[in-house]
């Protein structure tokens, strides 16, 4: 269709979900595939368990930050869990000088360590005023369910500056008269086509760059759901979870 020969496969009207969509053989040995152009070689230099999450996650951040912002942006990257990480990393490396936003200083320390050069809680109200005009982009990866009011974040743009909305954030609302003094765009991004993904796996073994994981036995799935959601009694992983098949 159109799309597809534009490149932007996506985007395509047959499309269809096969990470939500019940497709069968996802932890098998092998398996027979309909359209071998949507299997991809990982690069020798990256790591399969690290490298696993990229391909949905990792591309659903990689694609925005690579067409929508350039080297010298100031980047903000709202939402610090497993999209969030991926974007850090990703933004420090396309050459941006990246901040983290989040709502307390809980993510701090990590999200220095991951490649932010800066971070910002939002919750406090000194510390967003001392960031107000700052940055050229903001990447919404927030995943919640939950009413949130972006308003306060887009005094955070600078005049012509983009906020772009991806993963599974709630709806908004925005006063476009008000935004439209500045200029300030609002952008969403899906995922990205065959050409994004064989790019950002080359960026990725190029730059060293995998997602932060914690590999774990099928066998341990329960183990696993159960941390996920922060019942281990312990910090709740912000990476991704990887079960390993066992031979």
């Not at 996802?26 to 071998?36: E, H, P, Q, T």
């Not at 850090?88 to 932010?116: H, N, P, Q």
């Not at 003094?181 to 080359?202: A, P």
Request: aromatic share 8%; glycine share 12%.
């Amino acid at each position: 269709c159109e799309w597809c020969m534009r490149g932007d496969d996506q985007l395509c009207g047959s499309v269809s979900c096969t990470c939500c969509e019940g497709a069968k053989g996802g932890f098998a040995d092998y398996i027979r595939i309909k359209d071998a152009r949507f299997a991809y070689a990982i690069p020798d230099a990256l790591d399969s368990a690290g490298t696993a999450p990229l391909l949905c996650g990792g591309q659903t951040v990689w694609t925005p930050l690579r067409q929508q912002t350039k080297a010298g942006d100031k980047v903000g990257i709202l939402g610090l869990g497993g999209l969030g990480s991926m974007a850090i990393k990703f933004a420090r490396a396309l050459g941006t000088t990246v901040t983290a936003l989040s709502s307390t200083e809980a993510k701090r320390e990590e999200a220095l360590g991951m490649g932010a050069h800066s971070f910002v809680a939002h919750a406090d109200q000194e510390a967003l005023d001392a960031a107000a005009g700052t940055l050229d982009f903001i990447l919404v990866t927030l995943a919640t369910q939950q009413q949130v009011d972006f308003t306060k974040f887009f005094g955070l743009l600078r005049p012509r500056g983009t906020m772009c909305f991806v993963g599974m954030c709630p709806p908004i609302t925005a006063d476009v008269f008000t935004l439209g003094f500045t200029m300030l765009n609002i952008t969403t991004s899906n995922t990205g086509g065959r050409k994004e993904m064989v790019e950002m796996l080359e960026f990725a073994a190029a730059n060293g760059i995998s997602c932060e994981v914690k590999t774990m036995p099928m066998s341990e799935i329960n183990t696993a759901l159960t941390e996920l959601h922060g019942g281990s009694g312990g910090k709740k992983f912000t990476g991704r979870y990887v079960l390993t098949n066992q031979s």
